[in-house]
Antibody, heavy 121, light 106 residues
Framework: EVQLLESGGGLAQPGESLRLSCAASGFTFSSYAMSWVRQAPGKGLEWVSVISGSGGNTYYADSVKGRFTISRDNSKNTLYLQMNSLRAEDTAVYYC??????????????WGQGTLVTVSS | SYELTQPPSVSVSPGQTASITCSGDKLGNKYAYWYQQKPGQSPVLVIYQDTNRPSGIPERFSGSNSGNTATLTISGTQAMDEADYYCQAWDSSTVVFGGGTKLTVL
């Protein structure tokens, strides 16, 4: 059974940093691209970033480019999102998602339960 | 930047067919994906690569994609299908989501 468990969310002040983690199990982690998608309170889904199975290819939404870094440790079956220079508009539930293939151009067939990030002074 | 446009809301009577559209420039040249999200829950993939249903998704869910429009069709809509639906596509090294459509079954 595929399981994705996010952690690391919480309250941060503007300008601060947070690191999200997503522990994966139930599939061959290194064989699939992984994504982060967020959802602000009462709003729609917003794609944040994707990383290929090997970690060699990464892509970012313009809204987070230069501030967020996606990475993965295939030996630990864990996905990360380092979030720096946080802004109020980064407040959202952050979902970790397993993509359908090793490349970073497909949909996501499994999603975690999400972790809430609140940026406020 | 690429944009996907969905109607904010669609209403359907139980047992009838619901169609939710997703429009984008030359969307038919890309793969479209559809997600269902119920309140307080994580999204669920219901259609991938335009027309394919993941295992466990009922046959009443189907998809098409041509020209500038992808369509999610729910045949014989049930009360349990009431949810928000999002389309998604990949363009120029970014993933794009539509704004979402609230499906009301009444």
């Amino acid at each position: 059974e595929v399981q994705l468990l996010e952690s690391g969310g919480g309250l941060a002040q503007p300008g601060e940093s947070l690191r999200l983690s997503c522990a994966a199990s139930g599939f061959t982690f290194s064989s699939y691209a992984m994504s982060w998608v967020r959802q602000a309170p009462g709003k729609g889904l917003e794609w944040v970033s994707v990383i290929s199975g090997s970690g060699g290819n990464t892509y970012y939404a313009d809204s987070v480019k230069g501030r967020f870094t996606i990475s993965r440790d295939n030996s630990k079956n864990t996905l990360y999102l380092q979030m720096n220079s946080l802004r109020a508009e980064d407040t959202a539930v952050y979902y970790c998602a397993k993509d359908l293939s090793n490349s970073s151009a497909g949909g996501s067939d499994y999603w975690g339960q999400g972790t809430l990030v609140t940026v406020s002074s | 930047s690429y944009e996907l446009t969905q109607p904010p809301s669609v209403s359907v009577s139980p047992g009838q067919t619901a169609s939710i559209t997703c429009s984008g420039d030359k969307l038919g040249n890309k793969y479209a994906y559809w997600y269902q999200q119920k309140p307080g829950q994580s999204p669920v993939l219901v259609i991938y690569q335009d027309t394919n249903r993941p295992s466990g998704i009922p046959e009443r869910f189907s998809g098409s994609n041509s020209g500038n429009t992808a369509t999610l069709t729910i045949s014989g809509t049930q009360a349990m299908d009431e949810a928000d639906y999002y389309c998604q596509a990949w363009d120029s090294s970014t993933v794009v989501f539509g704004g979402g459509t609230k499906l009301t079954v009444l």
